[in-house]
């Protein structure tokens, strides 16, 4: 069974930064394609962050959307089985629950369709 377990939400105030970590129990050799969601209260899951491996040991092809771009940062370390996420300069418009995702292939991207496999989410909320 593929799990995903996201850590590294929390509280913070604007302008501050998070780090989100998601362990993905499967071999990233099978995974080249992985990405993190937001989901807002009352919205729906939009993607906001891919990767595409390519067989990478660490590194590949980022995707961002436009909200989070320059701001965030997508990474992978094939060898820990870690997918991370750095937020910097977070405003109040970032809160809501984060969802990494893996499983995706050659056709990477920020579509939900992408991922067959979800961790269960972590909490971000930035206020003052």
């Known amino acids: 069974e593929v799990q995903l377990v996201e850590s590294g939400g929390g509280l913070v105030q604007p302008g501050g930064s998070l780090r989100l970590s998601c362990t993905v129990s499967?071999?990233?050799?099978?995974?080249?394609?992985m990405g993190w969601f937001r989901q807002r209260r009352g919205a729906n899951r939009k993607g906001i962050a891919a990767i595409y491996t390519d067989g990478r040991m660490s590194g590949g092809m980022e995707y961002y959307d436009a909200s989070v771009k320059g701001r965030f940062t997508i990474s992978q370390e094939r060898a820990n089985n870690l997918l991370s996420l750095q937020m910097d300069s977070l405003t109040p418009e970032d809160t809501g629950m984060y969802y990494c995702a893996a499983g995706g292939g050659i056709f990477c991207g920020l579509r939900e369709d992408t991922f067959p496999n979800w961790g269960h989410g972590t909490q971000v909320t930035v206020s003052s």
């Open positions: 499967l071999d990233t050799r099978s995974s080249e394609c």
